[in-house]
């Protein structure tokens, strides 16, 4: 065969620092003396040690080199006409600011290079073959196929029109019995076929290849993701069914990295191969191709991850789950994938289970304690949740009718309490942020219901809670009271003087919303009792002209 062959020269521009115009006894005496083999102390070595000096450069050498390194700068060839002294000289002063600054040689691989080396990949494909594998044997074949591509590649190969046509519908079609009385005697065979625009000339010649293997699924095992992309591509366009239903058994069975997966999931709804296997390849990425399985609607198995979560054991793994969880909820900035139902039928069993031990503790039972700060700590968490998708209203109208709770709160020792705090908390920092929007009604009973209990815990809140942020906090309460009327905000801040002038580190300072309420309270009220009498002053000189 006759390939065509591209070859390239490259120089690096830089010269041997054995070529300096320093004298070579100098080279060898300071070669010799960074080797270790001089002591400033000892008389000269003879000269048949400088010469076993080691032969890597020394500082002083690339020092002396440094000249020639700059001064050398390869001359680059433009559509075969060499560039004018002025722009070589120019080039060259560029070059040596640049060999100035950085020592980094940067590689740039040419297209004509790039080409080069996938001529090179392509002769060693064709000239390996297995032991009584006919692929490109000049002797028995009957057919010369051509393939070029649209980067300027074209190669020619030996096949066979038995296995073609056997293999591949295109094929059969090209060079069916009809086409071949069209050709020339069978004396002047092989058959003459071109192929062009291949969009790779590689993998076309091994899918090809494969028509030749007789074990399709062991082929594959050698091939990456990427590749057996390629093939399928090559395959499905010559209906080369053995190769595509290998293809989809290799991608169904073999792991995919996440921009893999896009790409698999692209090329199979362009192909179209649903019919021949696609689906069940699908089947790892699509919901739609896994709804005759019983694996459950999405919001189903949501629900079942939040008990499971809810429910678990270990504390320290449920923290990490519950981490895990919200990243991936909050990701999903639909919110199709679980139901407000789902997410308020799992925050009622919580609270269900916290009302049931918090009562019993109250009454001095103490035998499941430890399950009041474990719920308040779920009911936090589902808080969160349906914070972030903006449907909290509901949590809101619930927990601020907890009377029954928030009359006992100072029954329960504090240490077991404090949790649900946390909560109240949440909600607080939630309505100052503009998160929740309920009526003043509801936000009037919070703070009614849950304030006193809050104010009891906050010390211990404090203390007891890592990561906890007091003045996101205590900024979110200030602005939860500012949001109601005049005359409720000054009962709320009014009770905060008092508690705070006698427990300072124990009550949460809301000085700034206090001083918000003072203002509107007096110093507007002292401007709209002013007003009306500048308007009937104005009304009266306006009669008198």
């Known amino acids: 065969m006759d390939y065509s062959t591209a070859t390239t020269t490259a120089g690096n521009g830089y010269s041997s620092p054995r070529d300096s115009s320093f004298p070579s006894s100098f080279t060898k005496f300071n070669s010799a003396l960074t080797a270790g083999l001089l002591n400033p102390m000892s008389p000269p070595p003879p000269p048949a040690m400088l010469d076993k000096t080691r032969s890597s450069p020394t500082l002083f050498e ?16 433009h559509n075969g006409v060499l560039p004018s002294p002025s722009s070589s000289s120019s080039s060259s002063s560029a070059a040596a600011t640049a060999a100035r600054t950085t020592n980094v040689t940067h590689l740039v691989i040419s297209a004509q290079d790039k080409q080069a080396l996938a001529m090179q990949r392509i002769s060693d494909l064709l000239v390996i073959r297995s032991p009584g594998n006919q692929f490109n044997d000049p002797n028995s074949s009957d057919v010369k196929l051509t393939l070029s591509s649209k980067d300027g590649i074209s190669i020619t190969m030996c096949v066979h029109r038995q296995i073609l046509v056997a293999h591949s519908r295109f094929f059969a079609m090209k060079l ?7 050709q020339l005697p069978p004396s002047s065979s092989p058959y003459i076929v071109e192929i062009s625009d291949c969009d790779d000339v590689e993998v076309y010649i091994e899918t090809l290849m494969l028509m030749y293997c007789r074990d399709l699924r062991k082929k ?10 390629g093939i399928l591509k090559v395959s499905a366009a010559i209906g080369f069914d053995a190769g595509v239903l290998s293809c989809l058994e290799y991608l169904e069975a073999a792991p995919w990295s996440e921009d893999e997966e896009y790409r698999i999931a692209s090329l199979l709804s362009e192909l179209h191969l649903e019919n021949v296997g696609a689906t069940e390849v699908l089947r790892r990425v699509s919901v739609e191709a896994s709804n005759g399985s019983n694996g459950g609607s999405n919001d189903e198995v949501l629900l079942n991850l939040l008990h499971i979560v ?33 997410l308020y039928l799992a925050c009622d069993g919580c609270l269900h289970k916290l009302k049931r031990h918090f009562l019993q503790a109250a009454e001095s039972d103490l035998e499941n304690v430890d399950q009041i700060a474990r719920q308040a700590d779920n009911l936090h968490w589902i808080l969160d949740i349906l914070i972030d998708r903006q449907i909290a209203e509901d949590f809101i109208v619930m927990w601020a009718s907890l009377s029954e709770l928030s009359e006992v709160h100072s029954k329960v020792p504090v240490v077991h309490r404090f949790e649900i705090s946390r909560v109240t908390a949440r909600i607080f920092v939630g309505i100052g942020k503009g998160q929740i929007l309920t009526p003043k ?4 009973l919070l703070l009614r219901n849950w304030l006193t209990p809050f104010y009891d815990d906050f010390g211990w809140m404090r203390r007891a809670s890592k990561g906890l942020d007091r003045y996101l906090i205590e900024d979110g309460l200030s602005n939860t009271i500012l949001t109601l009327p005049l005359a409720w905000q000054q009962e709320f801040f009014l009770a905060w003087f008092d508690r705070f002038l006698n427990s300072n580190e124990d009550c949460p300072n809301i000085q700034r919303g206090f001083e918000v309420w003072w203002r509107r309270a007096f110093w507007r009220r002292k401007e709209q009792s002013q007003e009306p009498a500048r308007l009937r002053v104005t009304a009266s000189a306006t009669d008198n002209s």
């Open 220 to 229: 594959m095992m050698r091939q990456d993701v990427s590749r057996v992309l």
């Open 62 to 77: 690339m020092m002396a080199s440094e000249a020639d390194t700059i001064g050398k700068v390869p001359v680059q060839i």
């Open 176 to 182: 069916s019995d009809r086409w071949s009385k069209q």
């Open 441 to 444: 009604e509801v936000r009037c």
């Open 310 to 342: 809810l429910e678990g054991k270990d504390e320290k793994a449920r923290r990490d789950m519950k981490t895990l969880v919200s990243k991936m909820l909050r990701e999903n900035s639909s919110g199709n994938d679980l139901r407000k139902e789902s």
